[in-house]
């Protein structure tokens, strides 16, 4: 593995040209994977709905009731029909995803950044930090995430950043090993040597040589996390501790509509589409980040 930033005893303005060129090269290649170009479009359009419903850009407002409109199926004025309360269901869709992807975006950003500093820090320090850190994050893998979530839910509240961190919680130690083997590696790699024997500071070895190289690790975990983070909002709302109302919630959507299932399909086929596309569309853009992230594929 090369020191990013084009070596250490490069010319600054040579490095970031290098820099630069290598950035292209990586996002071309995330652009020419299959996968990578699905999950592209698949997130940009889940992203855009999540948008639209978080600052309230729906075609009718998500909590207007009207009885004269229950159950009404899809329709140019209700492109999902309509709920049993005569709700559009495309507008609560729409809120619910911006809900989602809050809730998710908050999760995996505390996951990430509490797991990735876990991890640089165990496999920098070793000894006693190293066993610290790595003997927590076994104790909470092994507790089922979903339960763990549970837990903290029931004992915080549901409200949207109280679910984020029940959630966020249980992936750190997911980020935690990610990162923690390639910084074990980096820690003994030629470049990190020549670094400490110049003098580098150790905030300049580790923003500048040790976080480029596991970010590509970190990206594809981070893609990934956004799906698990999805579906388990879903069921932490499924099992009525989500966001309370009058908060639109997927996986509450999905409960409330599968006994409607039978009489008014679009119900429960409106929210569990969207569920399925978001979690899809992430985890196809984790395997074009993967694939980008392999310096064999930009060789090709």
Request: aromatic letters at 6%; glycine letters at 14%.
């Amino acid at each position: 593995m090369t020191a990013v930033g084009g070596g250490l005893l490069g010319h600054p303005d040579a490095a970031e040209v290098g820099l630069e060129r290598r950035r292209a090269g990586w996002l071309r290649t995330l652009w020419r994977s299959r996968s990578g170009r699905v999950g592209l479009v698949l997130v940009g359009v889940v992203s855009l709905a999540g948008i639209l419903g978080g600052v309230g850009l729906t075609p009718e407002n998500p909590g207007v009731q009207s009885s004269s409109a229950v159950l009404r199926g899809p329709s140019p004025p209700h492109l999902f029909g309509t709920d049993q309360f005569g709700r559009d269901v495309f507008s609560l869709v729409l809120q619910g995803m911006g809900v989602s992807l809050e809730i998710a975006g908050i999760a995996v950003a505390i996951a990430a950044v509490v797991g990735t500093l876990g991890g640089i820090t165990a496999g920098l320090l070793g000894r006693w930090p190293e066993a610290l850190i790595m003997r927590g994050s076994d104790i909470i893998f092994a507790i089922p995430a979903i339960l763990l979530a549970l837990a903290i839910v029931t004992s915080l509240g549901a409200s949207v950043i109280d679910s984020a961190l029940a959630i966020g919680v249980g992936y750190v130690p997911i980020f935690v090993r990610v990162v923690r083997g390639p910084v074990l590696a980096l820690r003994e790699a030629d470049f990190i040597r020549a670094g400490r024997v110049l003098g580098f500071s150790r905030r300049r070895l580790l923003f500048g040589h040790i976080l480029p190289n596991v970010g590509g690790a970190v990206a594809v975990q981070t893609s990934l996390a956004f799906a698990w983070a999805i579906l388990a909002e879903a069921g932490l709302s499924f099992l009525g501790l989500g966001p309370p109302p009058p908060t639109a919630s997927l996986g509450e959507m999905v409960s409330q509509s599968s006994s409607l299932a039978g009489v008014a399909w679009w119900t429960l086929v409106g929210p569990s589409l969207a569920i399925v596309l978001a979690v899809i569309g992430f985890n196809f853009l984790g395997d074009g980040l993967r694939d980008a992230a392999d310096p064999r594929s930009r060789t090709r």
